[in-house]
């Protein structure tokens, strides 16, 4: 639990780029790098949280986490990833009003560039590792085509839909193994966690903390494609509540910071909360955390042996590619178009691009040697 523990508090403070980035992070260190699973086992993991509401990326790490170790060591991997930017945004939360604009700006500019490089990376080597043949390849330019062009979560989603039924049709010959197919799966976990989803969706007061932990616990469970996609559903629900234009503050810098772009919650929870700010925070990330983690828990056995069937085999190929092409999307809008708006900003990502794939710069002194530059170019 250690072990996990320190992998994922260490992925947690350099994981810039959001979800799209941070499927690069996991495949690099727990499949090629520590080989604590294989590529067929990471494989089925990420196609089935790209279907599930939630964070997606910490979803991942949550059902990483407990294929190594069991639940605790899912937990452990939850908090590891999440502690850093947790922390971030509380303080950003006690003392944004502090720091002088020019700072912030800069640092944030900075990491926007860092997170250019990362998304860049992490397509390719998903692309590497999902794209193999003609049909993976076309299903992945299709879904960042057709992003692009109709970007919104609606189109995500069937993009998803049309790569599974069209690598299930291509697949549909290959065998799977007969034991995993048939084997039935546990029914405990599955009938507890969707028994705590609906109790609690229902169930939570509507006053004080209560209140709090039920509006986010809410936008955690049905919000459907990640960090990006919960801001439109959170500000419903608690826009109305903060001050100015604090909650566009708080997004911009979850994007900037490492980790689950879901940590704008503590930020939020903080701010809703000015008299126990720490309270807060807690509540209101546990709270849009955990349906996301209810769900992979009581789906993640009955999955793996399903997956194993040949039309699912073929579903699980589909969806991979798939998530390529979205990355890829992710790569264009939001990640590129916000950190590069000139000649100088493509210059800082073109030579960032290179010391990563070049491999012998570590990843910290990168995060270090960006946010520098961007506070540099801030001054200048």
Not at 375 to 380: C, D, S, T
Request: aromatic residues 12%; positive net charge.
């Amino acid at each position: 639990m250690w072990t996990v523990f320190r992998e994922f508090l260490w992925l947690g403070c350099v994981s810039f780029g959001g979800p799209a980035a941070h499927v690069g992070y996991f495949h690099r260190r727990f499949v090629t790098g520590l080989g604590w699973l294989d590529n067929d086992t990471f494989a089925r993991l990420l196609a089935l949280t790209q279907f599930l509401p939630g964070p997606a990326s910490s979803q991942l790490g949550f059902a990483i986490g407990r294929h190594r170790a069991g639940l605790p060591g899912a937990l452990v991997a939850f908090v590891g990833f999440t502690l850093p930017s947790f922390l971030l945004m509380l303080a950003l939360a006690l003392y944004a009003t502090h720091l002088p604009e020019t700072v912030l700006g800069g640092l944030v500019q900075g990491l926007k560039w860092l997170a250019a490089v990362v998304v860049a990376d992490a397509v390719l080597n998903m692309a590497g590792k999902f794209c193999r043949d003609r049909l993976t390849l076309a299903l992945a330019v299709f879904t960042a085509a057709a992003l692009w062009l109709w970007p919104g979560i609606a189109t995500q989603l069937v993009a998803l839909l049309v790569a599974t039924l069209i690598a299930q049709t291509r697949h549909q010959d290959r065998q799977g193994d007969p034991a995993s197919a048939t084997a039935a799966a546990p029914r405990r976990w599955p009938l507890l966690a969707f028994a705590l989803i609906w109790a609690l969706l229902w169930l939570l007061p509507d006053d004080g903390l209560a209140r709090l932990a039920g509006d986010f616990y809410s936008a955690g469970a049905l919000v459907f494609g990640g960090g990006h996609v919960v801001l439109p559903l959170l500000q419903g629900l608690v826009g109305e509540r903060l001050p100015g234009d604090a909650f566009l503050t708080g997004y911009a810098a979850a994007q900037a910071v490492p980790g689950p772009m879901f940590s704008l919650a503590a930020y939020l929870g903080a701010l809703l909360a000015p008299g126990a700010p720490w309270i807060g925070a807690l509540t209101a990330t546990l709270a849009i955390f955990l349906p996301g983690f209810l769900l992979v828990l009581g789906l993640g056995d009955a999955w793996q042996r399903l997956a194993n069937r040949p039309a699912l085999a073929g579903a699980v190929t589909g969806i991979n590619a798939a998530v390529v092409g979205l990355l890829l999307a992710a790569f264009y809008d939001p990640v590129l178009r916000s950190a590069v708006h000139g000649g100088l900003d493509l210059v800082m990502v073109g030579v960032g691009f290179l010391l990563v794939r070049w491999g012998r710069v570590p990843l910290v002194w990168l995060v270090v040697g960006m946010a520098v530059l961007g506070l540099v170019v801030e001054w200048v």
